[in-house]
C-alpha cells in the first residue's frame, strides 16, 4: 500500500450529498502548508469545477488504494478550524439534520487578506492580567447569588434571574444590573485561565456589557463578534479569538461557535429573544448550540434573564440546569391599573397612571411602552368598522400622520382613492395608536414637557436624568440615568392577543425587561391587563409562570415539551420521507405526524417527537433529504433529468411557523 497521506476535506456546499469528509492526495508541493483547520481547494468531479472546502484531519488512504484527486490549492496558511469547532457545528448539524458546511458559514467569517495580514504580522497578544481588585470586585458581585462563582469555576450549568435594577459604571452611564454579573462571571473565568463567551441579542445589549467591562480588564481582551460590524473587522476578531491566550468574546448569536482558548464560560444572556434564533439553514438557536458546546468543551453555562422560557424551565425541572436563586430578592413595584369607576372603558390610560406619570415628571424621565411605532399602524373603515386594505395586494392601510394619505403596508403604495368594499363608505378611522400618535397626545396631555421617541426609526440608547416623556416600542427602550421615575406600559391586552404559541412567555419577557428601567421604588403601571401574565408581572414569578406553561402544554404535546420538525415539498416525496421515518423510529404513534396538508407550494407535514429519539428522527429525516437529492441531481449528458429536489427539512420549527 501506499505511504502517501490524504487530506480529509469538507466542502463548503449547501448540497446535503456533499455533507461528509472526502479524501484528496496531498501535492508534495502542499505538504508543509496542507496541515489540518486550513482553507483549501479541491476539485469536485461530478460537478467538472473547483470548490472551496475545509481541510479537518489529515490520514492514511483506505486499503483500496483507489486514486484520488490531488488537493488544488490551501488558499490560507491559518488554520481557521479547530477541531473543537468542527466537533460543534458536526453536533449542531446533526442535531438539527443540517449540514456541517452551513454551520461553519455562520460561525467563520469570510476571508479578508488584508486582515489575515495584519493579524500574521502583528505580536501574539499577551495574557490578559486582572487586578486583584477587579477579582475581589467580581467575587462581590456573584456572591449576591450563592454557589454561583462555584459553579463558574467547576464548569455547572445554572439558570439566575437577574436583579431587575439600572446600575452605573465607571462613565457615570447606566446599564442593567445583568450586564455587571455577565461582566462579573467572564472576569473571574479569565482570572482562572480560561476564555469567556457572552452572547446577547442584539448590539444594544453588547454595548451595555462592554460599558459593564470597561476599566476592569484590559481593552485587548475583550472580543467583539457583531453581525454589524465590517468584514475585516469581524474577521480580525475572529483572528483574535483563535491566539492561545484567554479573551472575552461578546457577540450575537453566532458567538457561540467562537473558537477561544480554554473555554471556560459560556453565558447567555435573554434566551427568549427572538434574534437568538437563527433563521439560516439549518436554524439551531443559541441556546441548543450553547448546551451542545458545555457538553463538548466542558465549560460552565449559565442562562441569565429577568424572565425564564419554557426551555431553560424544562432543563430545570430535569435537573439538567440548576437554578440559582438570589440570596436577596429585589422586585420592582408592580402596580395593574384598570379604570376606575366612571371612567371610559375605552381610556388608554387611566387616571392612577396618569397621575402617576405627572408626580414622576416632577423628578425625571418616565418610559410609556406601547406595542407599535408609527402614527396609526391600524386603519379601519369609519362606519362598519371593518380593516382598511390596499386593493392591489390586500395589505392592512395605515397613516404616517394626522391627514397623510393612508398607505399599505406590504407594498407601499398609496391608497387616496380608497373606499371600504363592505359599505362604500370613503371614510377611514385609525383604530390604534403607534408611538408617534401616543407620543402626539402625551404631548398635549403634559404641556411644556420634553417628548422623546424611540422605536425603529428613532433608535435611542440613552437619555439623561431630566424630566421626560420617553416613549418607545417593546425591546426599544433606552436606558435613563438613575433609572425612569416611573413606567407605563401600554397597549398590554393588544399584544396578548397575538397568534402566537408563546405570547404570554413573550409579552412578560417584554414588560419584565421594560419594569426593570425603573428606579428603585419606581412605581410600573402595567395597563388594561389582568390574568396569569399580569399576576407573574405583579408578583415577579416569572420561573413559576413557566412552570405552568409547561405543565398545561404537556398533554397537548406542544414544544418545548416534545421537539417538533417539519417537513416540505412534493405530496410523493413527504409522504416516502415519512414512510422511512415510521420505520426507522418504531416509537412515533398516530398522533406524532400531522399532515401533510397543502400550501402555497406543495404539501407540509409535522412531525412531534420526544427528545430521547430526536438523534434518530433526525438522522431519518435527514437521509431521505440527501436521497432525495441524489435521485433530482443533475444528469449525464444525454440522460434524462430527474424530478427537481423540493424536499426540506426543519427541525425545531420556530413557534411562529406552526
Not at 130 to 145: M, R, S
Not at 213 to 232: C, M
Not at 399 to 424: F, M, Y
Not at 501 to 512: D, F, M, N, P, V
Request: net charge positive; proline share 8%.
Amino acid at each position: 500500500m501506499s505511504a502517501r497521506r490524504v487530506a480529509r476535506v469538507l466542502i463548503d456546499s449547501p448540497l446535503p450529498q456533499l455533507d461528509r469528509l472526502f479524501d484528496y492526495e496531498i501535492p508534495a508541493s502542499m505538504a508543509a502548508s496542507a496541515v489540518p483547520g486550513v482553507r483549501v481547494k479541491v476539485p469536485l468531479r461530478t460537478a467538472g469545477r473547483v470548490v472551496d472546502g475545509y481541510l479537518v484531519d489529515l490520514g492514511e488512504p483506505d486499503a483500496s488504494d483507489r486514486p484520488l484527486s490531488q488537493l488544488e490549492d490551501v488558499v490560507s496558511p491559518v488554520p481557521v478550524l479547530t477541531p473543537g469547532l468542527y466537533a460543534l457545528a458536526r453536533r449542531c448539524a446533526d442535531r438539527a439534520a443540517g449540514s456541517a458546511s452551513d454551520i461553519l458559514r455562520l460561525a467563520i467569517p469570510k476571508r479578508m487578506v488584508r486582515a489575515e495580514k495584519a493579524w500574521l504580522a502583528a505580536a501574539q497578544p499577551e495574557t490578559p492580567a486582572v487586578a486583584p481588585a477587579q477579582i475581589e470586585w467580581a467575587e462581590g458581585v456573584l456572591a449576591a447569588f450563592p454557589g454561583l462563582e462555584d459553579a463558574i469555576l467547576r464548569g455547572g450549568r445554572v439558570a439566575v434571574e437577574a436583579p431587575p435594577v439600572p446600575a452605573p459604571v465607571f462613565d457615570g452611564s447606566a446599564v442593567g444590573s445583568w450586564a455587571l454579573l455577565l461582566a462579573a462571571a467572564a472576569i473571574r473565568t479569565v482570572a482562572d485561565g480560561r476564555s469567556a463567551i457572552l452572547v446577547v441579542p442584539d448590539h444594544r445589549d453588547r454595548g451595555q456589557l462592554e460599558a459593564a467591562l470597561a476599566g476592569r480588564i484590559d481593552d485587548g481582551a475583550v472580543v467583539r463578534d457583531d453581525a454589524r460590524q465590517g468584514s475585516p473587522a469581524r474577521y480580525a476578531a475572529f483572528l483574535r479569538s483563535l491566539s492561545p491566550v484567554p479573551c472575552i468574546v461578546i457577540g450575537n448569536r453566532s458567538a457561540v461557535y467562537s473558537p477561544v482558548h480554554r473555554p471556560g464560560l459560556v453565558a447567555l444572556w435573554d434566551d427568549g429573544d427572538p434574534l437568538l434564533a437563527e433563521p439560516l439553514s439549518p436554524g439551531v438557536h443559541a441556546r441548543d448550540a450553547a448546551l451542545l458546546r458545555q457538553e463538548l468543551d466542558a465549560t460552565s453555562l449559565l442562562f441569565a434573564g429577568h424572565t425564564r422560557t419554557t426551555d431553560v424551565e424544562r432543563l430545570v425541572a430535569l435537573g439538567w440546569v440548576r437554578e440559582l436563586p438570589a440570596a436577596r430578592r429585589i422586585t420592582p413595584r408592580v402596580v395593574l391599573s384598570a379604570t376606575r369607576e366612571g371612567e371610559s372603558r375605552g381610556s388608554r390610560v387611566p387616571s392612577a397612571a396618569f397621575s402617576a406619570a405627572r408626580e414622576a415628571l416632577t423628578h425625571g424621565p418616565v418610559l410609556v411602552q406601547v406595542a407599535r411605532p408609527g402614527y396609526a399602524p391600524v386603519l379601519v373603515c369609519a362606519d362598519c368598522r371593518q380593516p382598511a386594505r390596499c386593493a392591489h395586494c390586500g395589505g392592512p392601510l395605515h397613516a404616517a400622520r394626522p391627514g397623510a394619505v393612508p398607505t399599505c403596508s406590504w407594498c407601499g403604495r398609496s391608497a387616496g382613492a380608497w373606499a371600504c368594499p363592505h359599505c362604500s363608505s370613503t371614510r377611514l378611522r385609525m383604530a390604534s395608536s403607534g408611538s408617534e400618535r401616543t407620543a402626539d397626545e402625551l404631548g398635549r396631555a403634559f404641556p411644556g414637557t420634553r417628548v422623546i421617541i424611540a422605536d425603529g426609526e428613532h433608535p435611542v440608547t440613552h437619555v439623561d436624568s431630566r424630566p421626560a416623556l420617553v416613549v418607545a416600542t417593546r425591546g426599544a427602550e433606552p436606558l435613563a440615568a438613575g433609572g425612569y421615575r416611573a413606567v407605563i406600559l401600554l397597549d398590554g391586552d393588544r399584544m396578548l392577543l397575538a397568534d402566537d404559541l408563546r405570547i404570554g412567555e413573550a409579552c412578560l419577557r417584554w414588560w419584565s425587561n421594560a419594569a426593570a428601567l425603573a428606579a428603585p421604588g419606581a412605581p410600573v403601571h402595567l395597563v388594561g391587563v389582568a390574568g396569569p401574565v399580569a399576576r407573574s408581572l405583579a408578583t415577579w414569578t416569572q420561573a413559576a409562570y413557566a412552570r405552568s406553561e409547561l405543565a398545561d402544554r404537556t398533554p397537548l404535546r406542544m414544544p418545548p415539551t416534545v421537539r417538533v420538525a417539519a417537513v416540505d415539498g412534493t405530496r410523493t416525496a413527504v409522504e416516502s420521507a415519512l414512510a422511512v421515518l415510521r420505520t426507522d423510529v418504531a416509537e412515533l404513534d398516530g398522533d406524532s405526524i400531522l399532515g401533510p396538508v397543502p400550501r402555497d407550494e406543495g404539501v407540509r407535514a409535522l412531525v412531534r417527537f420526544d427528545y430521547s429519539v430526536g438523534a434518530r428522527v433526525a438522522g431519518s429525516l435527514r437521509a431521505s433529504v440527501v436521497d432525495a437529492a441524489i435521485r433530482s441531481r443533475r444528469p449525464a449528458k444525454g440522460r434524462p433529468a430527474g424530478p427537481r429536489n423540493t424536499l426540506k427539512v426543519r427541525v425545531d420549527v420556530p413557534d411562529l411557523d406552526l
